[in-house]
């Protein structure tokens, strides 16, 4: 039941409001269901030991009828203070902004601010601060994807043309895991995202650093993996800050090589499994968007080393 | 009877392969060499392309169609060339063009770029999203098999190309008389 992917283990307000929202119908239906079970004993147990009377027969109905319409009040009641708490969880503090946009099959994630030279953009991987409402709002780029961020708020779904949103009020540090919950096509399944709660401390240092152009190549095989990721077709689809690189088709690797995972939660960051993701996408992911550039094992090792430098 | 009903299964089950695509397919041989020549104005008539078996690959299957579609899209052909009504550029939904209008050609002109604006599109995209981009195109001025494009495009379309039609016959007289 605990887990990074649990609507069981709440860490955020709204996912809170839920669970217990749901222990309520849990307990009040099950009640009612030990209570069924036990008239139904009763009755077969007492089948051929006479009859009873109208009067206590009455009795008995009018009661359970009773039991039944004060259970559907206590239900009524419940998910109407659900729901106002819901809309009003983290109401009153100026809320971190954030864009999604779901693609076939990645996450785009575009930090907003009033202030446009603080806005900036990453893929795959929300980092928040905790305690700090956040508003998501939500895009879609080609279908119907949702967003499910088990552990910290229901799912919302992304209908293309349709803007949607999604707030969020995390309540403990961690690193969660969200889905895709609505079939989006070949790789559904492979569409998730991180979520990384952090202190407001955490959050500021890594915002700060996510403001910053991509460190410039050190190494001679650095530099050469600059070369041809900027040169080759790498740089059609995929922006990397402060280079000759800025597509806007595929996910933004300013900071790859600080994400916990690769292709859209699919893959740990990890040298080797970046080196099989370049050198075929289609082996790992069949029918993702990324093609298959052909390049020499020399250039591939310099641009995967080129690219976990970028943190 | 019930060897009808197999024959016809058999023939409806051969139209699926529209719809197959392999996500890994084995890079088709392509060297620069390769590369088309636009079409030649001879004495009797042009002499017919060499037969690549990409033309078929891509210009038969739905699936490649559409990637192209969305490469039109993503890597902004509209800019110049709208949904094929053109403007900056040529018009791309009539079917006799400059630099030739068969796949290939239309490979080599992504390759290597054409005179007043058409950039090069080396190393941008690769060379089988470049045949996905032109089987669209081709589908865009209706060459393709009519079971392969999407029967109703997106965008606004225009009459299909007149040289694709029967030429119209010219007004006869005598066959306006004889209707009456």
Same mark, same amino acid.
């Given at each position: 039941?605990?887990? *990074? ?11 809170? *409001? ?259 993701? *370049? ?33 | ?24 397919? @084995? ?37 490649? $169609? ?11 052909? $509209? ?27 239309? $490979? ?29 195109? !081709? ?10 494009? @999407? ?16 030429? @119209? ?10 209707? !009456?």
């Amino acid at each position: 039941v605990n887990g *990074i992917q649990s609507a069981a283990d709440p860490a955020g307000a709204h996912a809170a *409001i839920t669970s217990d929202l749901f222990g309520l119908f849990l307990g009040v239906t099950g009640l009612f269901f030990l209570l069924v079970l036990i008239f139904l004993g009763w009755a077969v147990w007492r089948k051929d030991r006479g009859s009873q009377s109208e009067q206590r027969l009455r009795l008995t109905v009018a009661g359970w009828a009773g039991l039944i319409t004060l259970g559907l009040f206590v239900l009524t009641i419940g998910s109407y203070f659900a729901d106002r708490s819901l809309a009003f969880a983290g109401a009153g503090q100026p809320p971190v902004r954030i864009q999604v946009t779901a693609q076939q099959w990645w996450w785009q994630v575009d930090y907003q601010d009033a202030v446009p030279s603080n806005n900036f953009a990453t893929a795959n991987e929300i980092h928040i601060p905790v305690g700090r409402p956040v508003h998501i709002e939500l895009v879609s780029d080609d279908v119907i994807h949702s967003l499910w961020i088990p552990n910290l708020a229901g799912k919302q779904d992304l209908i293309p043309g349709r803007p949607a949103d999604l707030d969020l009020l995390p309540r403990r540090t961690g690193h969660f895991r969200a889905q895709c919950a609505e079939f989006c096509g070949l790789q559904h399944a492979h569409m998730a995202l991180d979520v990384i709660v952090d202190t407001p401390e955490q959050y500021a240092a890594w915002k700060a650093k996510s403001l910053q152009p991509a460190p410039p190549p050190q190494t001679p095989e650095q530099r050469r993996g600059y070369a041809v990721v900027t040169g080759l077709q790498c740089a059609a689809c995929h922006a990397i800050t402060g280079t000759p690189a800025y597509g806007t088709v595929g996910p933004d690797l300013t900071r790859v090589g600080s994400r916990a995972t690769l292709a859209a939660a699919e893959l740990p960051n990890a040298r080797a499994w970046l080196e099989r993701w *370049i050198a075929d996408p289609q082996a790992i992911k069949p029918g993702n968007r990324m093609p298959k550039v052909p390049m020499s094992s020399a250039d591939l090792h310099a641009v995967s080393a080129y690219l976990e430098t970028l943190q | 009877m019930r060897s009808l009903a197999l024959l016809l299964l058999c023939i409806a089950l051969g139209g699926c392969d529209r719809e197959s695509h392999e996500t890994n397919d @084995p890079p088709l041989p392509f060297h620069q060499g390769d590369l088309a020549t636009t079409t030649t104005v001879m004495a009797g008539g042009t002499r017919p392309a060499a037969f690549d078996p990409r033309i078929e690959h891509y210009q038969k299957n739905a699936w490649h $169609v559409s990637e192209g579609q969305r490469l039109y899209e993503e890597f902004n052909c $509209v800019e110049c060339h709208a949904h094929g009504g053109g403007g900056i550029g040529p018009a791309l939904i009539d079917d006799e063009w400059i630099y030739g209008s068969s796949s290939p050609q239309i $490979v080599a002109t992504l390759i290597q770029g054409r005179p007043n604006g058409m950039p090069s599109f080396r190393n941008i995209l690769t060379e089988e999203q470049m045949w996905q981009l032109a089987a669209y195109v !081709r589908a865009m001025d209706g060459q393709l098999a009519k079971d392969v494009p @999407p029967s109703r495009g997106d965008n606004l379309a225009g009459p299909p190309p007149i040289t694709l039609e029967k030429k @119209p016959k010219l007004h006869d007289s005598n066959d306006e008389a004889g209707a !009456r």
